[in-house]
């Protein structure tokens, strides 16, 4: 019987091919890190279209509704400094919290490249097993 002897890759072959597979891992995290960090860009300008649009509208809905709010206090014996200030504060509050909401959608956390930070550790990981 002839059987041909199994050649084994050596040391430095191996390392080559390592290296080989790491650079391709790496550039294709690279291109996945592009593509989320595209993505939360995209949301967060949405995001901010959304809210700019909606500032707008309310805006001028606003006015009209603090006039009307401010007249009714008036017409039922508060003096006019008294209705606009009290009027003013309540639309000062309810604005804040506005501003609150939209800011945690704006948050850094969710706009972290979630995805690609774990793939990034669990490659990391193989890696570390490879070159044992």
Not at 82 to 103: C, E, H, P, T, W
Not at 123 to 131: F, G, H, N, S
């Amino acid at each position: 019987m002839n059987e041909t002897p199994i050649t084994r890759p050596s040391t430095p072959g191996l390392l080559a091919d390592a290296l080989s597979h790491m650079t391709t891992l790496f550039e294709s995290e690279i291109g996945l890190v592009r593509r989320e960090i595209s993505e939360k860009i995209t949301q967060a300008v949405t995001s901010i279209g959304v809210l700019v649009a909606a500032a707008v509208l309310m805006l001028s809905a606003l006015i009209l509704l603090l006039q009307g709010v401010v007249a009714l206090f008036v017409q039922s014996g508060m003096r006019p400094s008294s209705a606009y200030f009290l009027v003013g504060v309540a639309i000062a509050i309810i604005g804040g919290i506005a501003v609150a909401l939209a800011l945690r959608g704006l948050s850094a956390a969710k706009l972290a490249p979630v995805r690609t930070i774990t793939q990034l550790g669990k490659d990391a990981q193989v890696l570390k097993e490879q070159v044992k």
